[in-house]
């Protein structure tokens, strides 16, 4: 099982109200039937040509002999199944060949393939995020030469940005870019860890690269984004020559072992040519779109391979006999199912928590997009610019953890490669790191976003959170939960007033050295609210229903939604105690101490 599907419904049609997107004009000729049939769809190419090759991919691992990189052939059918029913451009406008979806709806099936396979998911998430790019800052000539392609499913897609000695850093990148006679540019420099970088799966790969043109200023200022790709294309469409873009080897990976991760040389021979992407000096800007449609999509992977470990330990835990309750004494029992002892119930719940909170919470960043680019809400954008950090971290530490619990849960046998949570843990454990770690998000968050416009996103969340905590103090079984959380929230909103005071003062890299804590604090507010809300909808939808499995469902909902609260929301207070102090514990190490 990819996922609960009863869940995936439950949060587009009841918590995030996916019918009342088809109001707004641009996706008007949608309904609920067409939103189910791509879904469905989708799920079927993801459980018939993704999730069987999945371990595969990683046990045989792309490999490269000196000039050409091979993959199994069953990744090269999977991208042609996910091309040939329209998904590579779903989002896209019908008069450009897409299908006009909502990104809600995108999501909900993306995720689909991030559970059953998200190395060769990979290749196709990272084409559509680079058309995107495009799409959106492309000329009229770069659109119609490079975007048939990519949208059909010949050509993949790339974001060639990390160097050698430049990680994060990207204002220090040394690739140079010259321009020429005609209008291109000659590109010279080395990139690394680019997801997707040479494969046989496509014909030609077209690589977004950024660059620092000649003569531009260091620091970001200087930095201009280019199309590079593998083969030159013709003007009548055809591919053309070889660029002179190279495969300098293949790294090897923990996990997403089936994606190769590559080090490309731009212009070892000189003759790299590079196609510049808007105005020079804007790079960074133009690529923010596709590193930010990333950092939600990084979320909604790890959020769904979370997932997919959950609903594995969750079946073996059902099926497993293994000792007796602790007031059982009698040797002659019958073992019972690992399921009904209290410490793996924990385990259970603790996952159920994270990935279903998790994913609600990448749900909730898409809707917020549709909000942004269809109804043209400037609140929403800014709403969404504030969440991306937590959007890209909790599930992507929360994700994870629950995979760890998913190997407890399985005890020795989660440990073997015979079972496959060790394998969505290794996969897993990559998110953390893509696109800017944990700690680069929270300097983001602390440092700037929530300052934006006089922190204007931050008031505009607490609306749609006090919205959820009145609403649910119609429901006794709520109210405890929503005291507890107006608490926890009192205290984060104090914190959150003293740490700007902090900056205002000048302290900032006092208040900023334990913006990470304030990340995990906020991330945990956030999801809170949103079990809160799914726990609201849960009652209003199958309170009355006479059905088991409807109860079952709504019961499981306040259940996780308890713990959350009462196991994980508690330590806002000492997160609290620590950031307001400035607590310099962590800082005040110095390197001989180690």
């Known amino acids: 099982m990819l996922v609960n599907q009863k869940d995936l419904n439950f949060l587009l049609y009841q918590v ?3 019918n009342e997107l088809t109001e707004l004009p641009h996706y008007q000729e949608h309904d609920q039937t067409t939103f189910d049939e791509v879904i469905k769809t989708a799920h079927r190419i993801a459980e018939d040509y993704f999730a069987p090759h999945n371990r595969k991919a990683d046990e045989r691992e792309p490999q490269f002999n000196g000039e050409t990189v091979s993959t199994i052939p069953e990744v090269k059918e999977a991208y042609k199944h996910y091309a040939d029913a329209g998904l590579l451009n779903a989002r896209q406008e019908y008069q450009d060949g897409g299908m006009q979806l909502p990104a809600l709806v995108h999501a909900a099936y993306s995720g689909l393939f991030a559970s059953a396979n998200p190395s060769t998911a990979g290749y196709t998430f990272l084409t559509s995020a680079a058309a995107n790019v495009i799409h959106a800052f492309g000329s009229e000539e770069q659109k119609s030469r490079f975007l ?36 291109t540019y000659k590109l010279k420099g080395q990139k690394m860890f680019i997801s997707g970088g040479d494969q046989d799966i496509t014909e030609n790969i077209v690589h977004l690269v950024l ?9 970001v200022k200087g930095i201009s984004l280019f199309i590079a790709p593998k083969f030159l294309i013709n003007e009548n469409g055809e591919l053309g020559e070889r660029n002179d873009v190279q495969l300098a080897g293949l790294l090897h990976k923990m996990g997403y072992r089936g994606t190769t991760s590559t080090v490309l ?5 000189g003759k790299c040519t590079g196609y510049l992407i808007g105005e020079e000096g804007k790079g960074l800007s133009y690529m923010f779109k596709m590193m930010n449609e990333a950092r939600i999509g990084v979320g909604l992977g790890a959020a769904m391979i ?3 470990g959950y609903l594995e330990s969750l079946e073996y835990a059902k099926n497993r006999p293994q000792g007796r309750h602790p007031s059982t004494k009698s040797n002659d029992s019958k073992p019972i199912n690992i399921i009904e002892h209290a410490d793996v119930k924990r385990m259970l719940l603790a996952q159920k928590s994270y990935v279903e909170g998790s994913l609600a919470l990448c749900l909730f960043a898409s809707r917020l997009v549709d909000e942004q680019e269809a109804a043209n809400n400037e609140d929403s954008a800014l709403l969404l610019d504030l969440l991306t950090p937590v959007v890209k971290s909790f599930p992507s530490s929360y994700g994870l953890k629950a995979n760890e619990l998913a190997i407890q849960v399985l005890g020795g046998s989660g440990y073997i490669r015979e079972y496959p949570v060790e394998q969505c843990y290794r996969d897993n454990r990559l998110n953390p790191i893509h696109e800017g770690t944990h700690g680069i998000q929270s300097l983001d968050l602390l440092g700037r976003k929530l300052w934006m416009k006089g922190g204007k996103g931050l008031q ?13 103090q119609t429901h006794d079984a709520l109210k405890p939960l929503v005291d507890s959380y107006r608490n926890k929230l ?33 991330g945990k507010m956030v999801v809170a609210w949103l079990w809160l809300e799914m726990a609201n909808k849960a009652q209003e939808v199958f309170e009355e229903s006479a059905s088991e499995d ?12 308890k713990y959350f609260i009462e196991w994980e929301l508690g330590e806002v207070h000492s997160q609290s105690t620590l950031l307001t102090e400035l607590n310099s514990t962590c800082a005040d190490m110095e390197e001989a101490w180690f």
């Open 16 to 18: 995030f109200n996916a």
């Open 148 to 183: 048939p392609g990519m949208w059909d499913g010949r050509f993949a897609g790339t974001m060639a940005l990390t160097e050698p000695d430049v990680g994060s850093s990207l204002g220090d990148l040394a690739t140079k870019a010259t321009k020429q006679s005609d209008g």
């Open 211 to 219: 660059a620092r043109a000649e003569g531009a200023p260091q620091g």
């Open 265 to 269: 040389n731009f212009g070892e021979q």
């Open 306 to 308: 979370g997932y997919r």
């Open 460 to 472: 505009l969340l607490l609306t749609r959170v006090n919205k959820t905590l009145k609403n649910c």
């Open 490 to 522: 009192d205290i984060f909103s104090k914190t959150t007033m003293q740490l700007g005071q902090s900056l205002q003062a000048g302290k900032v890299d006092e208040t900023l050295a334990n913006s990470a804590l304030y990340l995990d604090m906020m």
């Open 550 to 561: 409807d109860k079952n469902f709504l019961t499981g909902k306040l259940q996780a939604c």
